[in-house]
């Protein structure tokens, strides 16, 4: 049996949810496509203005206003690279408010502590005198995530234990690899 005893930052929770929301494939979709709605829109804009132009014949008429024009639609050409490749940095940085405003919710998440032990094949976690028992095969996935353990489990649970909380890199490891036998059906 390990046991370890912990409390979660609002830095380790933003960092585990973000990297979690940016793991859906959804999300990832999403993004892309905002991202090539608003290239597109500018694109086609900029090959409809260079077309009537052309239709047009603006240039035999006015030079200063083909000037004053074709200034204007390189401002947009050049703000639509612009966001062209800034847009996944502005994107994640959208996801992290909403994930930080709604971790501010749930205040009870972090600076409380947190007692989790792995038994067999079950994982009792305790927080504020409630327990809780979770079985092993209930584990989706254990990520390292900056000096964190991020474990989620089926259903919309998951636990950040932070490198600290074990002794050594040993106790850690074999933390893991219990977790990782335990839901093969070999139970220490």
């Not at 793991?23 to 496509?33: A, F, G, L, Q, R």
């Amino acid at each position: 049996m390990i046991e370890v005893k912990y409390t979660n930052t609002l830095n380790q929770l933003l960092e585990c949810y973000v990297y979690q929301k940016n793991s859906y494939k959804s999300s990832k979709i999403e993004m892309n496509i905002s991202r090539w709605i608003f290239t597109s829109i500018f694109l086609v804009g900029i090959i409809y203005y260079c077309a009537s132009l052309y239709i047009v014949n603006v240039y035999d008429e006015d030079f200063i206003i083909v000037i004053i024009l074709t200034t204007l639609i390189s401002i947009v050409a050049i703000a639509s690279l612009i966001n062209h490749f800034t847009f996944p940095k502005r994107f994640l940085s959208k996801q992290k408010k909403e994930i930080l405003k709604n971790i501010k919710q749930y205040q009870p998440l972090f600076d409380e502590e947190t007692e989790v032990k792995l038994n067999g094949d079950l994982i009792i976690v305790t927080r504020n005198n409630d327990i809780n028992t979770i079985p092993v095969f209930s584990v989706n996935k254990i990520d390292n995530i900056n000096k964190s353990l991020f474990i989620t489990f089926r259903g919309n649970f998951s636990l950040i234990i932070p490198h600290e909380a074990f002794n050594d890199e040993n106790e850690r490891t074999k933390f893991v690899n219990m977790i990782i036998d335990s839901k093969k059906g070999v139970v220490q």
